[in-house]
């Protein structure tokens, strides 16, 4: 089934230690999106990448940053993780056409 | 104020009931309007799109006042199963073809 794929599910990390997670679809949706959502919030769009354009948000921090090698592939690398950056990290696509974005299953970040 | 308004709820229904929930969004150019619900500590999904004349999928109907900017969902003989949160979820036209706005989401709990 096309899907959109998040690795790992669960990470712990140290604070200060970068981490990286990933995200891969094979919808071959041109858009991907990397939202933060923490306890009882709404997801938080970080940045998005229309094909290899990257758009970051006027407020997301320095400390989030993003790469896409190609189509099926997104990272989202935190530099210097805070206490404050534990938070569920979702991946989602979308095509050109239609408003609908489908989302992967997260990445939970624990900062220690 | 926020973009995008919701009652975080919860609301406590038994099985059979009937449950609305309303959202407000600050937007006038807003363009798409959606519900997306989200099970604790899962991903969002795309449960209806809201169209100007109103729509309905099963027991659920979807509503949107343009002129009051806001957006209803109503949600005939609850099931267990429903137990959840739903994000009204909104489109500004002019931030980016593809960016969606979350609101905070409403909780709701049906019981037997």
């Known amino acids: 089934d096309a899907m959109v794929i998040q690795n790992p599910r669960y990470q712990v990390t140290q604070f200060g230690k970068p981490v990286t997670l990933s995200c891969s679809q094979t919808?071959?949706?041109?858009?991907m999106y990397w939202y933060q959502q923490k306890s009882s919030q709404a997801p938080k769009l970080l940045f998005h990448?229309?094909?290899?354009?990257?758009?970051n948000e006027a407020d997301t921090p320095d400390n989030f940053q993003s790469r896409r090698p190609n189509t099926s592939f997104c990272f989202l690398d935190i530099r210097s993780p805070g206490l404050g950056d534990a938070a569920m990290y979702l991946c989602?696509?979308?095509?050109?056409?239609?408003?609908?974005?489908?989302f992967g299953p997260g990445t939970r970040l624990t900062v220690l | 104020r926020k973009e995008v308004e919701q009652d975080p709820g919860p609301f406590n229904v038994p099985e059979g009931a009937t449950v609305a929930f309303n959202c407000t969004y600050s937007?006038?150019?807003?363009?798409?309007f959606f519900w997306y619900r989200q099970d604790c500590r899962k991903e969002p999904k795309l449960l209806m799109s809201?169209?100007?004349s109103g729509n309905e999928d099963g027991r659920f109907t979807a509503q949107l006042n343009r002129a009051s900017q806001y957006i209803s969902l109503l949600i005939r003989d609850s099931k267990l199963s429903d137990s959840a949160t739903y994000l009204c979820?909104?489109?500004?036209?002019?931030?980016?073809?593809?960016?969606?706005?979350f609101g905070t989401g409403t909780r709701l709990l049906v019981s037997p």
């Open positions: 989602a696509t979308s095509g050109d056409s239609y408003n609908e974005q489908f």
């Open positions: 919808l071959n949706h041109n858009v």
């Open positions: 990448y229309y094909d290899k354009d990257f758009n």
């Open positions: 937007n006038s150019a807003s363009q798409s």
């Open positions: 809201v169209y100007s």
């Open positions: 979820v909104v489109r500004p036209m002019n931030t980016g073809f593809q960016k969606l706005v």
